[in-house]
């Protein structure tokens, strides 16, 4: 009950998924496999991105949001709220989010949000310098 938000995974690349991709791993977008990152770091000259999964409260009728926070050294340096597109038959919502480069320890904090309920993940990565 309430809405969830899976973990957070930084992206290292999509696979094909196959010709019967397997609908109930939450790896599985569409026709893609998603292969996670084992250290995450990104640099300024290759675009990451993060991926996530946003379970919705189907018992709440309000439509679910995401708020996206993206921290350097411990400080907000951008941040932003969007609505999600309609979730699939599980009732998953899949997402990326494209990784900030600003050099040095970032994390990216994603609080999904449906009415009153919330729920919190985050994700630390270094950002080379150029």
């Not at 994390?107 to 999904?112: D, F, K, N, V």
């Not at 449906?114 to 630390?124: F, K, L, V």
Request: with cysteine.
């Amino acid at each position: 009950k309430g809405i969830a938000s899976s973990s957070l995974a930084m992206v290292e690349h999509l696979d094909p998924a196959g010709a019967r991709p397997d609908t109930t791993d939450p790896f599985t977008v569409k026709d893609k496999r998603v292969i996670p990152m084992v250290r995450a770091a990104v640099s300024p000259a290759t675009k990451r991105w993060v991926y996530f999964v946003v379970y919705r409260d189907k018992s709440n009728p309000e439509k679910p949001k995401i708020h996206v926070e993206f921290k350097n050294g411990g400080q907000v340096f951008a941040e932003q709220t969007m609505a999600l597109p309609e979730p699939d038959e599980r009732g998953a919502i899949a997402m990326f989010v494209a990784a900030a480069t600003r050099p040095g320890n970032c994390e990216l904090q994603i609080t999904a949000i449906q009415g009153n309920e919330s729920a919190t993940e985050h994700i630390a990565y270094l950002a080379a310098a150029q």
